[in-house]
Structure formats: C-alpha cells, structure tokens
C-alpha cells in the first residue's frame, strides 16, 4: 500500500510567521510532487511542483524535496489569513506512468491576525 | 471550457438509487481522473482515462462503480444502488498529458449524499 503521510494538524501561526509543512511517501519510484491548496468546500487547487531534489521557489512559497528520505515540504513565508487552507502533499504512483496521485490527508493551516 | 466542469453541484440520492456524475474535462486535456474525498481525508483515487481508453480502474471500490468516457471528452460516473458509504465529494481532474508530468486541474466536485 503506497501511502503519503500528513500531520492533520491544525497548524497554527501568527499573521507575518513562517508556515512548514510537512510529507512524507512511501514510494521509491515516484518522480513527482504537489502541493495543493483546498479551501473549505471548494476543490483542490495546484500551488507547487516538485521534480528533483533541493528547493523550488514561487513567491512566497518554497518546496522542499529530498528522495533519499523521501521528504516533501512547502514553506509558506509571510503567512498571511487568506493562506488559511488545508494542504494536501500529493506523489505519483511511480510504477504506473499514468499520473495517477496519491494524495496524503492533508494539514489544515491557520494564520491568526 | 476554461476550466473543469462537474455537474451535478449537489446530489441527494434516496439509498438504493442510481445516479450519474458527469465531467467535461479541459479541452484537449488527454488525461481524465476521478477521485472520492470523504470528510476530512484527502481524495482517493477511483480511475483513470486516457483519451476514450480506461487504463486504471483500480480504485473503485465496488462493481456498483461503472465510468466511462466514450468520445475522449466528457466522462460520467454512474453508482448503481447507492449506499450511505458511497456519500462523499466526487472530483474530477484532467491533465495535459498522459503521464501527469504538470499536475491537474480539479473540477469543483459533486457532493453526494446518500439518505
């Protein structure tokens, strides 16, 4: 069973701080990785991608992935209350070649004014 | 379109009856998902399209799930003889490629609640 791992949370930071979030997987194989962003009762959103090791950065974002411990991480800077959301960490099947995702449970982010 | 469109928004399905979620995925997107996401957990996945040709159906989680994509385009989902488990938010993505390489575009969902 390939499986993603998330802290549900909730994650709490003040308004301005720095935000981690963290995922790990299971699957040696996979090559991708995303982060997407879900907002209460709306569908998930794509925000990142990540395909090889180190960091990738997009504005106020940063991803992190390291493969040998198979860690994904997104950095969330200058946290602000709109960036209140839950995260999902998702990885592709490596053996399928489809795009299939596995999507991890989420963590639920709260930045408090 | 501009984006995913799943339709119905919200169905209520009396249990034992049948119903059909529909996707008009992106145009000229190759590749269809469909996922299920229960309360508080992140989507699962159901099955997989590319083009008119269902390459993974792996995740469905009974034969009471059937779906299907005949022209290339647009895809239903039909539940025969729903039951209250089958409740969920059902997501429809498409992406670019067939190998997922850019990640995908959600649909806004069909909320389904099974009485």
């Keep these: 069973q390939k499986e993603v791992e998330q802290n549900s949370g909730p994650l709490s930071v003040p308004e ?13 194989g996979s090559q991708s990785f995303f982060w997407y962003r879900q ?4 569908s998930p959103e794509l925000i990142m991608s990540i395909y090889s090791n180190g960091d990738k950065e997009d504005g106020r974002f940063t991803a992190q992935l390291n493969k040998a411990s198979q860690y994904v991480s997104l950095l969330i800077r200058d946290s602000q209350p709109s960036d209140s959301a839950t995260y999902l960490c998702a990885v592709n099947e490596g053996s ?12 639920t982010l709260q930045v408090k004014p | 379109g501009a984006g995913v469109s799943q339709s119905p928004r919200y169905k209520v399905a ?13 145009s000229g997107h190759v590749s269809l998902f469909w996922y ?15 083009n008119e040709a269902q390459l993974d159906k792996s995740g469905l989680p009974s034969d009471r799930f059937f779906a ?10 039909k539940i ?36």
């Design chain 1, 16 to 28: 301005g701080a720095i935000a981690s979030l963290n995922c790990t997987y299971s699957d040696r």
């Design chain 1, 39 to 42: 907002y209460s009762g709306k």
């Design chain 1, 96 to 107: 399928s070649n489809t795009g299939k995702l596995i999507f991890g449970q989420g963590t």
């Design chain 2, 14 to 26: 009396k249990r034992g009856q049948d119903v059909a979620l529909r996707c008009d995925p992106i």
């Design chain 2, 36 to 50: 299920q996401q229960a309360l508080g957990q992140g989507p699962e996945f159901l099955t997989y399209f590319q």
């Design chain 2, 68 to 77: 299907e994509r005949p022209e290339g385009s647009v895809s239903t989902l």
């Design chain 2, 80 to 115: 025969q003889r729903t039951q209250q488990e089958d409740s969920a938010v059902y997501l429809c993505a498409s992406s670019l490629d067939g190998q997922g390489n850019y990640g995908y575009t959600f649909g806004s969902g069909t909320r389904l609640t099974v009485v």
